[in-house]
DNA sequence: CGATAATTTGATTTTTCTCAAGACGCGTGG
DNA sequence: CCACGCGTCTTGAGAAAAATCAAATTATCG
C-alpha cells in the first residue's frame, strides 16, 4: 500500500484513549504511521481555545509537515497503535531505495491537498463546513456501508471546523430535521435517502443541493 | 538557494497582470517556480464565489499539491515570469542526485506546514486572520524595512481569508486607527510604534496584544 | 440501572455580511 | 506637473450568522 511503511521499520507504540502522542514544541525526528485508532492534532492558543489541524485513521500518516518541531501537538482519541519511525531512517532508507522518497513525497503532497481543502472549506459557511466535514469522514474515515463513525466529540469537530459546540449541534440536527442524515448517538450518523450509496466524493456535491431549501415546518417557499 | 530550481531546467514564461497561468483541472504535468511578480491561486465555486488558495512571491514554487489535475486556477496579480518545469524532467534528475528529491520534499514539507498555519487562521477571528496576514506578507511578501507592500486588491485578501471586502477595510482601518499599521494607499501598508524592527515570527504575537485595548476615543476603558 | 460527562436547546449578544452610497488613489493625457 | 475619469476602496445602516451564556436532556460506561 501506498501510504503505509514497511513492517520492517519504526517501532510499534500503544496509547490508551486521550493520551498525548506528540507534543507541541517536540523535535520533529519522527513520522507516526496509525495501525489503529484515531488520532487528531491539536493546537492551544494562549488564551486557551483550542484548535484542532486534523483527524486521523488507520493507515494514516501524521507529523509530515514538521521541519525542526512539531508546531501541533497529536492527541489518541480512541486506543491507538501506532508505528513510529524515525526521519533518519527514512532518509537513509531513500538512498538505496528511490521507492521510498517517491512514497514519502507522494504522502506528503497528499497530505498537502487535503489541508488545502479544509483551508478552502473553513471560509465558507458553517453549514458548509459541517458538510464537507461529513464528506470527508465517509470518503477518508470509518465508516461501514451508509453508517459513519464519528470518534471525535462534538468539541473536537467545533475546534477542527472553527465553530462552537453548539453551532456544530444545532447544524448538525438541522441537517437530520431535512432529512440528510440520521444522528446515531454521539459517536456515528447515517446517510439518508439519495445520499445513500453515492461515491463520497459526489456527496460534499449532493449535499449541496439542499442547503437553500426550507421545508422549516412544511411548507416550501 | 533552497527552493529554486536550477536555471538550466524548465521554460521560462512571461504573464501580464490579471492572466491566468494555469487552469483549474489542467493536468498537473507541471510546477512553477516565480522569478519576479506575485502570483495567486484561486478557485471558482458554482454560486460565484471565489476564494484564493495562497499569495506567491518571487521564489517561491507552486503547483506542487497537485496529482493528477490542479484543483486550483493559477492568476498573475502583477505582470510575472515563471519558470515551468516538469515533474517529468524533475522525477528522472532525482534518480541521477538525491538533493533534487530531497529539495522537492522541503519544498512540499513547507508548503504544507503553511497551509497547515492558514487552515489554523482561518479557524479564528476576522481581526485575527488580518493580523496573521499582514504577518505573513511580513515575513514572507515583499518588504522593505517597515513598509509591506500589498500588491493584491483587497478583493484577493477577503477571498483568501473568507472574509468580505468590507470586513477586510473595516479592520485594516481599526488596525491603524489603534495604531498599529499605516494605511499607504491601496498597495502597501508600514507597520508602526512598536512593530518597526521585529522580526517578522514575533509580529503575529505583538499585534494579539493590542487586540484587547479599545482606545475608541482617547479614553482607556 | 444510575452516575457522569457530553450534547442539545433556548434566549440574547456580538460579529460579520449585505446592500447602498460616497470618497479616494492611480494611471492617463494634457 | 496637474486635472480627469474610472476602478477600487471606504463608510454607514440594517440583516443575518454564529457566539455566548445558561439550563435541560440524553448517551455512554461501569
New binding site residues.
Partial sequence: MFGSFSERIGVVRSYARKREIVREDDPATRVYEIISGTVCTTKMLRDGRRQVGGFYFSGDVFGLEAAVKHSLAAQAITDVRVRIVKKQTLSALALSDCKVAGRLLSLTARELARKQSLALLLS??????LIGFIAEMAQHGISKGDRIA?P???????DYL????????????DLERRGAIK??????IVLRGQFVERGAEELADLFEGIKDRQPKTKQAA
Same sequence: chains 1, 2.
Avoid at 465558507?124 to 463546513?129: K, V, Y
Fill in positions: 465558507r459557511t458553517a453549514q458548509e463546513r464519528l471525535m466529540t462534538r468539541q473536537d469537530i467545533a472553527g465553530l462552537t459546540i453548539e453551532t456544530v449541534s444545532r447544524i448538525l440536527h444522528i446515531k448517538g454521539y459517536n456515528a
